[in-house]
């Protein structure tokens, strides 16, 4: 029986050593500098912009007197690669999470999941932005943190640990952290909140030109729909549709929530989040909000479909209370504009005898943040409470009839300009018919 025991740690291995073991675990795990992937294309962004997002965070940590962070990103909305996306352009699908090590002075660490040759990937895709890029080891991330603090002579410093999922409060896992804090019994670790979205919020202009990529990508999910919208078709075969538009033109999928009803009987106020094998009919009407990411910045939409032409009832409440709504929440995305404006206009819906759900419009940094506007409240931190050029703002209101059977979800993508706003995708506002 071939029993395997723990080994030491192997170090780099260079191509001319490796090229000749690639049957042997760690030699494989631990290659550099191969051939592979030397002519992969990958889209980044630019060196000046890298730099400008390593000063921005270690401003913050000299405010925090840190000497260290640890940025944590994983494949999840609430994630969607958070910090370690931020700081190397590397959108993780293997592992809960991915870290870097980001220390005050000296080089940052990228620690991914996987050796190899999906290492070897990673490598060439970040380059722009890290230069060292460990493997974890199977899952020991925090075993290689320790081996790279201890380089940077930090084993007394004081460590910031930022959230992998900042919406759930969620850290990197016990196991992670149980070991730093036993290999480094002599350093500080600071559960920092908050940090990411401070330093996203107001976005760059290579950030806001993903942005708007990302709104094309959700036009064209929309656009996908409309056209596979047919009787006979299951809904997750519109989830399908909409999906392949999104990785079809370089994105990434974030959500994409799509449910029906039939119009003359409904029972649906907002997409499902899991597209079910219902089939479509003729006289359905189709509620979804899709999230489409690009190189880690996400926009979303959502526009009514129906099959065949829309009921009276369907006319008379998209004519006379979602857009007139929709439109009123949006007139107050402007610079300088507090976010309670927008809760206020939402008073439309109630004002005019219909109900709506909770939330109104809300921030995206890289995914959906704060500002959450919600119907009774709005929350946020000091940065989020006046808009600002820059920010991005989800408008999403999502108007339903005083029985609670029928609503219609409306959604697009704003960037807050200096005089206004642009919406980042041209799908039509109106009622899709679906032929």
């Known amino acids: 029986m071939n029993v395997q025991t723990p080994r030491k740690p192997m170090g780099p291995q260079p191509w001319e050593t490796v090229r000749g073991k690639l049957d042997q675990s760690l030699p494989f795990a631990n290659m550099r500098g191969t051939p592979y992937y030397h002519d992969a294309i990958y889209e980044q962004f630019s060196a000046k912009e890298y730099a400008r997002r390593y000063a921005a965070l270690r401003a913050k940590m000299k405010e925090h007197k840190l000497d260290c962070v640890i940025a944590a990103g994983g494949p999840s909305h609430w994630s969607f690669g958070g910090g370690m996306l931020w700081l190397t352009g590397h959108w993780e699908w293997h592992a ?16 991914y999941s996987m050796g190899g040759t999906h290492a070897e990937a990673v490598r060439r895709q970040v380059s722009v932005a890290v230069q060292d890029v460990r493997h974890s080891r199977n899952g020991q991330y925090a075993q290689v943190m320790v081996e790279r603090l201890k380089e940077l002579k930090l084993e007394h410093g004081r460590i910031g640990l930022m959230e992998i999922d900042p919406r759930h409060e969620d850290y990197m896992p016990v196991n992670q952290y149980n070991t730093l804090r036993q290999e480094l019994p002599d350093a500080e670790l600071i559960f920092t909140k908050g940090f990411l979205h401070d330093l996203v919020v107001i976005h760059s202009a290579e950030e806001l030109d993903c942005v708007r990529k990302a709104g094309v ?33 370089g994105g990434d999928i974030d959500f994409l929530i799509i449910g029906s009803t039939p119009m003359a009987d409904p029972a649906l106020i907002f997409g499902n989040p899991r597209p079910s094998a219902r089939v479509l009919q003729q006289g359905d009407i189709i509620n979804m909000e899709l999230a489409a990411g690009y190189r880690g910045y996400t926009a979303q939409i959502g526009s009514p479909i129906c099959l065949g032409e829309p009921t009276e009832m369907v006319r008379k409440f998209w004519d006379d209370i979602t857009l007139p709504g929709y439109h009123k929440i949006v007139a107050e995305i402007m610079p300088g504009r507090d976010a309670e404006a927008m809760r206020t206009a939402s008073k439309f819906f109630r004002d005019n005898g219909v109900q709506s ?16 506007v919600a119907a009774e409240h709005v929350k946020g931190v000091e940065i989020d409470m006046v808009l600002k050029p820059g920010m991005v703002i989800m408008a999403e209101p999502n108007p339903i009839t005083p029985d609670g059977l029928f609503g219609i979800f409306l959604g697009h993508t704003f960037i807050v300009t200096p005089t206004g706003h642009e919406v980042v995708d041209a799908f039509p506002l109106e009622i899709a018919v679906a032929k």
């Open 357 to 372: 759900r909770p939330t109104q419009c809300h921030g995206i940094d890289l995914v959906t943040d704060n500002p959450h």
């Open 96 to 111: 809960l999470c991915c870290y870097v090590v980001v220390p005050l002075d000296g080089e940052p660490t990228l620690i």
């Open 217 to 249: 990508l959700c036009q064209r999910a929309m656009e996908a729909m409309v056209a596979r919208a047919k009787p006979g078709v299951k809904e997750y075969e519109l989830r399908a549709a909409a999906g392949a538009a999104i990785l079809e033109g």
